[in-house]
């Protein structure tokens, strides 16, 4: 069992910032693959950005590339997520996710992750 727990949603205008944070406990976190995924209002679940066990690897979907950035760091058991140049169409609710998931590919499919966390909203005000 891995318990998350992400912080570091709210209110900001647009063109500003936020940075995720999410904190994991119970299994050995540097075992597992994270992502962030998010949900607005009458929409479903999308991926936005994941991180291979060891940092080495990256993905992000098209419509963050180049204004988030996801890190990781194993010694504390965080995954974060910096987001800039935040645009109204950013508003949801963010959730952090883990995998166990072995090989060589970062899941994007909601149904590839074992675990998540309760979610944190973020807010841009046009």
């Known amino acids: 069992q891995v318990l998350l727990v992400e912080s570091g949603g709210g209110l900001v205008q647009t063109g500003g910032s936020l940075r995720l944070s999410c904190a994991a406990s119970?299994?050995?976190?540097?075992?597992?693959?994270m992502a962030w995924f998010r949900q607005a209002p009458g929409k479903e679940r999308e991926f936005v950005a994941a991180i291979s066990s060891g940092g080495g690897r990256i993905d992000y979907a098209d419509s963050v590339k180049g204004r988030f950035t996801i890190s990781r760091d194993n010694a504390k058991d965080t995954v974060d997520l910096q987001m800039n140049s935040l645009k109204p169409e950013d508003t949801a609710v963010y959730y952090c996710?883990?995998?166990?998931?072995?090989?060589?590919?970062?899941?994007?499919?909601?149904?590839?992750?074992?675990?998540w966390g309760q979610g944190t909203q973020v807010t841009v005000s046009s």
């Open positions: 996710a883990a995998t166990a998931s072995t090989g060589w590919a970062l899941p994007r499919a909601k149904f590839q992750y074992d675990y």
């Open positions: 119970g299994r050995t976190f540097s075992r597992y693959k």
